[in-house]
């Protein structure tokens, strides 16, 4: 089983930099998802970890440390579009592709 | 445009009904998936499908079973709707874990309300 742990909401201002913490405990990792996931809306898919170290995409990042458990998603340039929530999942060696969800992190972007 | 659909946006039955929830995909994928999501517990995975006529159990699959008759078209099925059913229900389908690209692709969601 998997326990995946990020902070339940952040605040941060237009334009501005956050950075959303998720920690994980797995008996076989093989990788890491990050969706995004406005109210009322479907999840969709933004990044995808497997090896440590960094991805970039645009103004999202997502940093990935096997040893530690832990990855970070990092939402520079803020919009006010990115108000949402943001989900971490982990994906298990031989599980048919499931994931494992955190609650997420609801992220509100002020004027 | 990859596409997952599911048969209605909100949905409101009587404790003890059958209730029926769709999803179709359109793009060949052999896994899907049904989820709830609830607020402060994330997505829940329900059941999900590898492959036409094969399922598993995910984390919650009490109260719940599912069929898979075609490759685009997984079912959820409520055999008799409690109050506790009340949820956001999400079905999602990937290709295969280890494909190029293997990342779960979601529905819009169907609210269901269980009076």
């Known amino acids: 089983g998997q326990n995946i742990d990020q902070p339940t909401e952040m605040t941060a201002t237009e334009g501005a930099i956050v950075q959303i913490n998720c920690t994980y405990q797995t008996s076989g990792f093989n990788g890491l998802f990050w969706y995004q996931q406005h109210a009322g809306e479907a999840p969709t898919f933004l990044s995808y970890?497997?090896?440590?170290g960094l991805e970039e995409k645009g103004r999202f990042s997502s940093f990935l440390s096997r040893s530690k458990g832990y990855s970070y998603l990092l939402l520079k340039e803020l919009q006010m579009k990115d108000s949402a929530s943001y989900l971490c999942?982990?994906?298990?060696?031989?599980?048919?592709?499931?994931?494992?969800f955190g609650a997420g992190t609801q992220v509100v972007v002020t004027p | 445009d990859v596409k997952v659909t599911q048969s209605s946006r909100y949905l409101v039955k009587r404790t003890g009904e059958k209730v029926f929830l769709e999803c179709v995909q359109d793009m060949d994928h052999e896994n899907m998936f049904w989820y709830r999501q609830d607020p402060g517990l994330g997505l829940r995975l329900i059941y999900f499908s590898y492959d036409v006529k094969m399922k598993e159990k995910g984390d919650i699959p009490e109260g719940y079973s599912v069929s898979r008759e075609k490759k685009e078209r997984f079912s959820l099925i409520l055999e008799s709707a409690s109050t506790n059913q009340t949820s956001m229900y999400l079905c999602?389908?990937?290709?295969?874990?280890?494909?190029?690209?293997?990342?779960?692709?979601f529905g819009p969601g169907t609210r269901l309300t269980v009076l």
């Open positions: 999942a982990v994906r298990e060696t031989d599980s048919w592709g499931k994931l494992q």
């Open positions: 970890n497997v090896l440590d």
């Open positions: 999602a389908s990937s290709s295969p874990q280890g494909a190029t690209f293997d990342e779960q692709f």
